[in-house]
Each structure stands twice: as structure tokens, then as C-alpha cells.
């Protein structure tokens, strides 16, 4: 069965550092999410993306944040600049269009610590 | 600003043991989603609803979803051990961006 994958599965930086997270969302979907849950908290939108644009994003997605989709398979997330509070887990999702229930799929994460 | 509120937070129960879970918001969603995270773990989709009313059933599990569209609730019969876990929420309105509850944690004991 297809399933989002997401690499890697742990990184830790130092404040200050840039981070990349690495999402291949399932094949033949063609929206793609970037949640985020902090430790013992819900899981929070980051940003949707369609048609190689953000579709729309949250307050948490400020100027320090960027998504891109580089080829036809992959998919990132960038900090450019990450703080203690971007510690989290980031869960990239990815959903097919021809289903209009909006039935998102998540990967496994990536756990990020900042020193 | 949507909400979702899950009741209970925790549930801790007997194997063999009926349960319901509770998913409530104040805003008519355009689909619900449930999801079960395991520790360290990406959101697993279990079911979609979209329709005042829907009933879907997944083994052991029944979903349904409010006539008006607001709330929604899981029901697990006979709950066996690999039913612990936590149990997510997810709904969408007018975007298909996805508000999360707080989530059920469920712990079955044999």
C-alpha cells in the first residue's frame, strides 16, 4: 500500500541553524500539507500546497518558513533560522484530488530538537 | 477561530468493554476525519464522513456523524488491547485544512 515517507526521522541543530525536512508524499496525489505537533500538544497546520503554490498557510508559518517541491517526488519544509520553540514533530500529509473528501495522509515524521 | 472539543481525554477500560468517544464543535464542518496516532507516530486515517447522519463501520469500530453536522462520535465494541492508542479528530471547513482535537487516549486492559 502507498504511504507518505518523511527523512529524516530525527534531526537535532542549534538554534540559529537551517533545517531541511524531506517529505515523498504517495504517488499520484497532487495536494500537499505540512503539520506540526509539539510535545503533548495538538497537531497544527502548517501550510497546504497546490499546483507548486501554497495554498494557504497558518501564523505559524512566518518568513522563517519555506516549502518547496523540487522535482516531481519530493517535498520540504525549510527553517531558516530555528528557534527552541520549532522543537516539534513535523508530519508531512498528501491527499489525492480526484477524492473531494479532503482524506489526508500522514507520514511517519520527523522529530526536530533545537539546542 | 474553529474548535474541536474530544471528550473523554482519557479512558481506561476493561478488554471485552464497550466505549464511545466524543468529537463536538460549534461550526458545521464540511468533512471529519478520524485518525489513531500510536507514541512517536504520523496520524493513521481510519474513516472519512461527510453526510448529516453517515454511519460507517470499520470492524469493531462504528462511526457516525451528526445530523447537523457539528459533532461526531467513535464507538468501539468488545475493545481488545490493540484498540489502546490515541484516538484524533480532524475537521475541515470551507478549506481543506485540518483543525485536530485534543484526541482520546485510550488505554484496554486484558
Known amino acids: 500500500e502507498p504511504e507518505v515517507t518523511q527523512t529524516p526521522s530525527h534531526q537535532v541543530t542549534q538554534m540559529g541553524q537551517e533545517v531541511i525536512l524531506r517529505c515523498v508524499p504517495i504517488s499520484n496525489h497532487l495536494y500537499f500539507y505540512w503539520y506540526r505537533q509539539i510535545l503533548g500538544q495538538k497537531v497544527e497546520f502548517l501550510v497546504s500546497?497546490?499546483?507548486?503554490?501554497?495554498?494557504?498557510k497558518s501564523e505559524i508559518f512566518d518568513d522563517q518558513f519555506s516549502v518547496e517541491r523540487p522535482d516531481g517526488s519530493n517535498f520540504t519544509l525549510k527553517i531558516r533560522s530555528t528557534k527552541l520553540e520549532d522543537s516539534a514533530m513535523y508530519f508531512c500529509a498528501s491527499r489525492n484530488a480526484r477524492f473531494s473528501y479532503n482524506e489526508q495522509f500522514f507520514g511517519p515524521g520527523t522529530r526536530l530538537t533545537v539546542l | 477561530t474553529q474548535l474541536l472539543e474530544q471528550s473523554p481525554q482519557f479512558l481506561s477500560i476493561q478488554e471485552g468493554e464497550n466505549l464511545t468517544v466524543y468529537c463536538n464543535s460549534s461550526s458545521v464542518f464540511s468533512s471529519l476525519q478520524w485518525y489513531r496516532q500510536e507514541p512517536g507516530e504520523g496520524p493513521v486515517l481510519l474513516v472519512t464522513?461527510?453526510?448529516?447522519?453517515e454511519v460507517k463501520k470499520l470492524k469493531r469500530l462504528t462511526f457516525q456523524f451528526g445530523d447537523a453536522r457539528k459533532d461526531s462520535s467513535l464507538h468501539i465494541t468488545a475493545a481488545q488491547t490493540g484498540d489502546t492508542g490515541l484516538y484524533l479528530c480532524a475537521g475541515a471547513w470551507n478549506t481543506d485544512k485540518l483543525i485536530f482535537g485534543t484526541g482520546t487516549r485510550l488505554q484496554v486492559f486484558p
Open positions: 464522513v461527510v453526510t448529516g447522519g
Open positions: 500546497f497546490y499546483n507548486n503554490e501554497i495554498s494557504e
